[in-house]
Each structure stands twice: as C-alpha cells, then as structure tokens.
C-alpha cells in the first residue's frame, strides 16, 4: 500500500476548460483584484444545493486555487462576499453587519436559488456586481469568479 | 418498530394526529392516548425552533455562539456551546435562522406547484422530498402511480443516497484532518453530481418526478455513462475506504465520538445512518418498496465512527444496485400513466421517502384541488436534538466530527 500523502499524486483530476458564467458583471471590476480573490461566502436562507455547489466548486476538478482564489474564513479577508440564496428575515441583519466587516474595495456577488419566491427579497447592497439566478453549477460559478479576477486566465 | 416522526397539530375538525413509522410504512394513528407511548411526543408536538436552548451559568463558564455566520458551518444556523475550558457542558442549537416557512407557502397551491416547493426545502434531499409529497398527494388524491414512475423514484433515491453519502464523508475526513482522503470524496462527490445530471437533467435530481408519473427518462447512452460511472465510484471509494481504515489517526477521532444509545436514539424518534449505528433497523428498505431487498446495514457501537461505517457501506451497495438496475431501467417506460386517471380533488394523506439521513414524512390534507394543511416531518429536525444530545461533555475539537457524522442540514430542520 501507497503512503497516504502520495495516494493519487499521479492523477490528473484538476480540468482544463473554459468556465463561462451564465450572465457578465454589472459594473467594472476594481483592478486590484487581478492577482487573486479572496471570498467570504455567506449563506442567508439558501435550500442548501448551493452549499453542496460551493463544496463542489473546492473539489479537485475544478482547482480554484490555481487561479488564484481562495475561500476565507473571515468577512475581514475577503475581497469579495458571496452571497447563498435569499435572505430570510431573521439573516437580513447577519447579512447587513458581515457587509460592513469587509475591507475597501470590495464587490459582492448574489446567487438567488428561488427567483420565483416573491416573499423574500435583498437589500440594497453596496458595489453588488454579479447576480446570478437558480442553481448555477461550480462550473459557472467559477466563470464568475474569474470574470471578477483575471479574465485572461479563463483558460487554462 | 414503531418510530414517531411527528405530530399533526388538531383543527376544528379533528383531532391531533400522530405520524408514525410502522415496520417502515407511513401510517396515521387518530388516537391522541397512543402518545403517551412514544417519549419524542412532546418535542415533535412543540417543535421548538431552539433546541436544547438552556444557558449554563457558573464561573469559568463560556458561551460560545457558533453561527449564524461563520464559514465551519456555513448554513444559517448558530450553536450555542457552553464550554468549560475546553469540554462543552451544553449544546444548544437555534435552527429559526433558516426557517423559511414552506409549509405555510404550500398552502392554497395546486398539489404541482407544491411539489416543487417541496424540492426546496433540503435541495440535497430535493428527490426524497418530492417522492414523499408525491406519495402523500397520491394517496390523499387517490392516484396509482405509474410503474415505471414507482421503479424509477426507488432507483434514484440511491443516486441521491450516493451523493450525499459522499459529500457527507468528505466532510468527515476534512473535519478530522484526512486532507488528503477528503480531496479525493470531494473529487467523487463532483463525479456523483455530475451523473445525477446525466440520469435526471439536474444536479440534485429536481424536477423529473412529477404526481403519478415521471417526467424524464434518460437515453440509452446517458444511462450507460451512469453504470460505469457508478461501477467507477464504488470501485475508488472502496479504495479509498480501505486505504482510510488503516490510518489509526483517521479512527482514534471517529472511535467513541458522539456516542447515542439505541434507547436515546428510539426516544428522539431518529430514523437511517444514525438509528442504524446503534443496531437497530428502521426497515424503511423493506417499507418503501424496493426492487429487490437491499442489506440492511447496522452496526452497534453508537459512535461517529459507526454512523461512518455505515454510510461507506451503504455507498457501495448503493453504486452496485444502481449499476444493476440501470441495465434495465430502458424497458421502464410510462404505461398507464396518471394522465389516464381521475383523480379526486380532496382527501388527506401522508407519504414517506427513506432519505439519505433517515425518514421524511408529508402529511397534506387537499381540498378542491388545493393545498389546505400541509406538515413536514424531516430526519434533521430529530438529528438536531441528538447532535446536541451527543455533543455533551466532549472537548472542542470533537464537534466538526461529530456534527458531520449525523448528516443534518438546518435548511432540513428548519423548512
């Protein structure tokens, strides 16, 4: 039997593909996140597939860190924040007090998992530039992501 | 065995009913005496948003609140652990963060529109929810399912067992340092996610069951991509799975953590993985019609270590029924279809689905056409109460571990 640390060292799981995102950002993007994107994700009421999705987009196939992307575990490290589903009432002032623990410049970004629920809805968030509606794959996810950071390395 | 899933509140025209699992089958019982029988009577009639929601006071005593922000757990759900240097006295958990209110949203829509909402309520158990709606709304509404709607819900329950399994191991050996075993999950996880889509047309197996009938069969070609594709991750997980009981680091975390009692367990009213780690058999398997008997699997010990073991085993078996089934399940086409049916357009019912972590229940009470009571029973909501349960007088570092073990989601036990 192999030592653990070198189990699968041969395998090749990261792909190399182009990673659309289904819609472009809405405002330009801050230059200074060319290099590399930190994000605080924040779920706020979501059905819980967009977790698993964000679990998902950490596997190896999709090998964010290659480009420079990080999940961070602090609101203060994050350039950007991702926000999960809608928010429910009790969330709104989570939502709110994580907003103003990020650093300048910051940008964040919305996946709606329940567009058609019309009960809840989002506050008006500063420098939102990325909305994204229903059950977006890790795939398009990334492609997010990497509009928001290096376009030219979309590929690799 | 008779397990208490839930308590149906009184109106005014009838009295409280009680859920109950009976050998694995759904089943209303009228009388409000029979409560006095299940000790989990009273915390599914209150059902309180805030469990185990008792502070411990005292010198040197700390309340750690642990969400509703924070990247550990990332769902919307705090814990409040009150610890003693580094043991945890008490866990007390507030689920209302993620409470969205679906039961009340069901009301006055077409039994349809419900089952989509129903889809929403735990994404992850998206296809066990709306089997048991579809099984609650057919039995209220007098419909017979279609054959091959009933072959193909059974069969992919499992590919969403399998899924979530893996999702739920990987989390496990992240939580106990495995990075190297927890990549690899994650990697099959993708894998798993990816032939959901093949066979279902969507990640999480959304939008293909439908009351009485099945909306989406999968090609010849999609469902050959998901044999192998299953052989495949049976064949590397058992590999894995063999490679990660040889690492004691990996055991010592998982041995003797979070340890429930079987009598702990059948007061609480758990169902699946965590039942089952205690020796007992909840016989949904054999209530829920299956193809053919899966093994039952059970293990004795209690611990997290158990509920692990359980779930790789169930894994594999899961992989191998799927890849045996699906080299016939292009016969199963629709045949005398709910199209052809009559339904009645009130009456009341309830469902069950045998959910990756245990029963989900739906009652639904229809009248002309529309949705008038609707109640959900989920395996989180009782999983909630023995994580807190269980969390008692470890240290710390224990809880990742042992809250993965149980397999439960706030957006399950809150709705």
């Known amino acids: 039997m192999q030592w653990w640390p070198f189990y699968g060292l041969k395998r090749q799981l990261a792909e190399s593909r182009e990673f659309a995102s289904p819609v472009p950002p809405m405002r330009a993007v801050p230059r200074i996140f060319r290099h590399s994107l930190f994000i605080y994700v924040i779920d706020v009421g979501s059905s819980n597939a967009l977790n698993f999705e964000i679990s998902a987009l950490e596997s190896p196939q999709y090998s964010i860190h290659r480009y420079g992307i990080y999940l961070t575990d602090s609101p203060r490290h994050a350039d950007i924040l991702l926000v999960l589903g809608k928010p429910t009432a009790a969330m709104l002032p989570p939502l709110l007090e994580t907003v103003s623990q990020l650093p300048e410049p910051f940008c964040i970004a919305t996946i709606d998992d329940c567009p058609e629920d019309r009960e809840r809805s989002y506050p008006d968030l500063p420098n939102h530039i990325c909305a994204l509606e229903g059950i977006p794959s890790p795939a398009q996810i990334l492609g997010m992501l990497l509009d928001l950071s290096t376009p030219k390395r979309k590929t690799r | 065995m008779k397990l208490l899933i839930g308590v149906i509140p009184p109106n005014e025209e009838r009295a409280e009913r009680l859920f109950v699992l009976e050998e694995g089958k759904a089943v209303l019982l009228k009388n409000v005496d029979d409560a006095r029988v299940y000790p989990n009577y009273a915390l599914l009639r209150d059902r309180p948003a805030r469990i185990n929601d008792r502070p411990v006071s005292g010198s040197g005593v700390f309340d750690f609140r642990y969400g509703p922000v924070t990247a550990g757990i990332r769902e919307a759900g705090c814990f409040h652990l009150y610890t003693y240097g ?42 066990s929810h709306s089997v048991a709606f579809s099984r609650a709304a057919e039995s209220a509404l007098g419909l017979v399912p279609d054959l091959a709607a009933r072959k193909w819900r059974i069969l992919l329950l499992e590919a969403e067992r399998v899924t979530n399994h893996l999702y739920q191991l990987s989390r496990l050996s992240a939580a106990a340092a495995q ?40 090609s010849a070609a999609d469902s050959h991509t998901a044999i192998e594709g299953y052989i495949l991750i049976a064949r590397k997980f058992r590999q894995l799975y063999e490679h990660s009981l040889a690492n004691y680091n990996y055991l010592d975390r998982l041995h003797a953590a979070g340890v429930l009692t079987p009598r702990q367990v059948e007061d609480f009213g758990l169902t699946g993985p965590t039942l089952r780690a205690c020796g007992l058999d909840d016989q949904l398997n054999s209530g829920t019609e299956h193809l053919v008997n899966l093994p039952v699997i059970t293990h004795n010990e209690g611990d997290a270590l158990a509920r692990m073991e359980i779930r790789a085993e169930e894994l594999v078996n899961s992989c191998q029924y799927l890849a045996d089934h699906l080299t016939t399940a292009n016969t199963w086409r629709q045949g005398s279809g709910a199209e052809q049916q009559q339904p009645a357009t009130e009456g009341e019912g309830c469902g069950v689905a045998h959910s990756p972590s245990g029963a989900v229940g739906y009652y639904l009470n229809i009248r002309d056409g529309l949705i008038r009571e609707a109640a959900i029973f989920t395996p989180s909501y009782a999983g909630m109460h023995a994580v807190s349960t269980a969390l008692e007088d470890l240290i710390f570092t224990d809880f990742p571990f042992v809250f993965d073990s149980f397999g439960v989601h706030f957006a399950d036990a809150a709705r």
């Open chain 2, 86 to 127: 580094e043991k945890i006295l008490r866990a007390g958990i507030d689920l209302s963060w993620k409470a969205r209110g679906i039961e009340a949203a069901m009301l006055a829509r077409t039994p349809d529109a419900a089952l989509r909402l129903a889809e929403t309520v735990c994404s992850n158990f998206a296809f």
């Open chain 2, 179 to 218: 990075k190297v075993l927890a990549a690899h999950l994650s990697a099959l996880f993708e894998d798993a996610l990816r032939l959901n889509a093949c066979l279902g047309g969507s990640r999480y197996l959304m939008g293909i069951n439908r009351l009485g009938a099945w909306e989406r069969y999968p």
